[in-house]
């Protein structure tokens, strides 16, 4: 054996790279029969196989299926989640002897990330069986950095505190909204207490959590080495502790318009949030987000807003001047429409719109940042853009990837962007992936017509035209089309891998307009067509294709017919 497999570092990373790809829906990465024979090659490549294969485990078989035969069985469980569907789940047959004890003690100090999602309550024996095999009747995995504790049910609450050693450096706990038991708050209460050197928390709880805010709040104030928050709203006293941290980067949380920003940043010393990079707000409306960016004068890379009322364009021009404010390089904005429960509305909230159209001047405090790799806006309002106008936006962000406005909502009014604005935005934006426009598909002159089989001499093949290599999900909203051969075929070229086009889908749908109704079954239906175009040519050299090629024949047949059956 070469003598840089004797170096322990060297095997460690080796090992790990199998067990890297784990993915925990799944709850395994497909490797562990090949760390499972090198555990048994050598005694060399033992110990760190099993660590490799034990670090990353998001099931309880493995600890009941690792112990002797006779010590498990399988029963046999049905719930509706499952269709009506029986599964197997093992179990133990008896209590656990000393032996058993001592198999399980050789594996449970290997797992560094463990995951409990939905798990059935035909496990809650072997759970109990399990408490009693840790040697300090409190954590069963003495060395865990990692825990994922999602919508588990109430039944294991009481179990949750053997998986919280003080090692704990990230958590995930998200509480079902079939609890909502005070048993819950006291548990949030506690895990500061348990766990004071966390350093990554996503913390979930409904409003139906008794409490759950301030005994939040109470963890919150335990943790000074944090580094990426996710939570609901918490106390005044706990966002001014966080507000203090120096090592927080990341933060998503739930914002409230009677929540006094002011008073906040009044007790805090030097620069609020001053290593905060990454922001996701929940808020009724983007006046709060304003309220919040405005006192605390933060410089964001990564913003993500989910917003009730997002309607106001007037406002999204405000929050983009807040933003631009700040000195760090943007590199993602999304602004998105969301009807959450969990973000409670005063009884005296009202919202006054101010502006119900987005223009180029609206994105216009953005141009800055140069290095902008997302921007995906929706604006429950009109959107008034023309060629020109897109390429500024293009020519601002050269290195977007994800580029859609309104894509899930539409523009209202109808689009003046042609195919014209469409090819500037790829030749500007040659790393773009997802681009989200509404524009008029109808107005196909400009197009530079590539051969049919209705025309062979008369046009002239593109043979060099900008293409978005990497383009795969085109978003036309509300956007009208004609000739749906022609637009694929165009679209085959100009986006090559194009894979899915989305538009007139459900939930553009304005059902007070019958007019529009109609044009959305005639639209949707011609896009489908010229996605199926798209798809059918995605392998062929369509800039040099043959007129007389028997595949643009049998499509165009197609795609004709469909238009003649409307």
Known sequence: MHGALFIAEILQHIFHCFSDEFYRIRGSSGNERTLSTLARTCKTFKEPALDALWENIASLDPFIKCLPYEAWKFIEATRLEWNGQTRHIPTFTSPLTAGDRLILRKYTPRVRRFHMTLLDRSYLDALFELSLATSDSHHLFPNLKHLNWVAMPTEFRPYLRMFLPTTLESLSYIIGPLSGRKGDASMLAAIGTFCPDLKKITVGFSNDVEGGTDAFSRSVLCWKRLTVLHCRE????ALVHIARLPTLQGLSITLYSTASFADTRSQV??????NVTTLKVIALNLKVFIAFTTEMALSLVDVELWITDNDCSESAKESFDEIAKGNRSLCNLRILSCRDQDV?????YSHVIRGRTATISTFQP???????RVLDVTFCCSMVLSDFDIMVLAYSFPLIEVLLLNANYG????????FVGILSVIRLCPKLQKLGIEFDATATDPIITCPSPKTSQESTPVLIMPK????????????????????GRYLSILMPNLDR????????????????VRDRRRFMRRWANAELVVRRLRSRDIANADPDDQTLVELMAIVNTDVSEE
């Open 269 to 274: 010393d030097g620069i609020p949030f001053g």
């Open 234 to 237: 918490m106390t005044d006293e």
């Open 344 to 348: 409670l509305i005063p009884p005296d």
């Open 501 to 516: 086009i989305y538009g007139w889908k459900p939930r553009h749908m304005r059902n007070d307009d019958p007019g529009w």
């Open 411 to 418: 523009w209202e009014s109808p689009s003046p962007i042609t």
């Open 366 to 372: 953005l141009f800055k940042f140069h290095q902008l």
């Open 468 to 487: 978005a290599t990497d383009l795969k999900a085109f978003y036309v909203g509300n956007s009208p089309i004609k000739d749906a051969f022609l637009v």
